[in-house]
Structures are given as structure tokens and as C-alpha cells.
């Protein structure tokens, strides 16, 4: 099974563990961006070229990325803002749900994390970026480049 929506409780753990380490602060001004602030680790910011109707080899390699970095058997948080949130684990097809987070931010931010947040993708919609955060994340998106990755942004 995939796709499995959190409880309340795993909502608000999810989301208090992801604004607590980032201090996220949602915002559409330019100026109140990255929304994030990474201190610790070691991130990249993409620009993303492309379109939401060019984003299949986007999908499939963020997938694979994502396997690369889990077990199979393991889930990890995936974050909808200010919607409904699951447990996903890219091992597993989709399943029957109409709705699952794209990798694409596509009007929300999206964000995918472990448990224990050894690392982080964040989708920023109004920015139109992604934000790699831990140096294996942002090694194997190296290995698997999406073509939609466009100029770096910031890093550090």
C-alpha cells in the first residue's frame, strides 16, 4: 500500500519536525524567499525549466533518486501545504489514489523527507525551484540530472 494518508497527529509531528529545523516561512513575496533557511547541511537550489506537462523523466528520476536513499521498505513523509499529507515509499507503484504529491510544484509547496530528516526535497510553487538538502541527496540528483533542472539558484 502507498499513498497512506497521515493520521493528525503524524501531520503535525511531520510538520513541526520540518518547521522546526528550516524555520519555514510560506510566503508569494520574492522577497520573503527561499521560505527555508538550511544551516547545518549541505543544500543546492534548481530553477526549474519546463512546464508541469514536461515533468514525466522529472517524476521518474525523483523516484529513483528517492529509492536510491531508502529502504524498501521504508516510507518517508510527503508534504502537501496546507493539504492532505501522506506516508510514501517510491519502491511501491502508485496504487488506486486519484491524488498523490507530484515533485513538481505545481501551485503548493511540496516537501519529502525520512523520518529523521537526514534529508530533505523542497518544492518552492512561486519561486518555481527545488532545494536539495544533504550531500547525498544532491549527489545522486548529480548522477540523475533532470533535464527540467535548470541554473543553481544558491547553494551552501
Keep these: ?8 497527529r503524524e501531520y503535525r509531528k511531520a510538520w513541526d519536525l520540518f518547521e522546526n529545523k528550516f524555520s519555514f516561512f510560506p510566503s508569494t513575496k520574492s522577497d520573503d524567499w527561499p521560505s527555508i ?42 508534504l502537501d501545504w496546507q493539504h492532505e499529507c501522506f506516508w510514501f515509499n517510491p519502491h511501491l507503484p502508485n496504487g488506486e489514489r486519484e491524488w498523490t504529491i507530484p515533485f513538481y510544484p505545481n501551485g503548493d ?3 519529502f523527507f525520512p523520518k529523521d530528516l537526514r534529508w530533505c526535497y523542497f518544492a518552492h510553487p512561486w519561486e518555481n ?10 549527489q545522486e540528483f548529480a548522477n540523475n540530472k533532470p533535464a527540467i533542472f535548470g541554473n543553481i539558484i544558491r547553494r551552501g
Design 37 to 78: 533557511t538550511v544551516l547545518e547541511e549541505e543544500f543546492i537550489t534548481f530553477s526549474l525549466t519546463g512546464t508541469w506537462d514536461a515533468t514525466s523523466d522529472f517524476e521518474e528520476r525523483c523516484r529513483h533518486v528517492f529509492k536510491s536513499l531508502i529502504h524498501r521498505d521504508e516510507y518517508i513523509f510527503a
Design 1 to 8: 500500500m502507498n499513498w497512506i494518508e497521515l493520521t493528525d
Design 129 to 138: 525551484s527545488v532545494t536539495l538538502i544533504n550531500k547525498d541527496l544532491i
Design 109 to 111: 509547496y511540496y516537501i
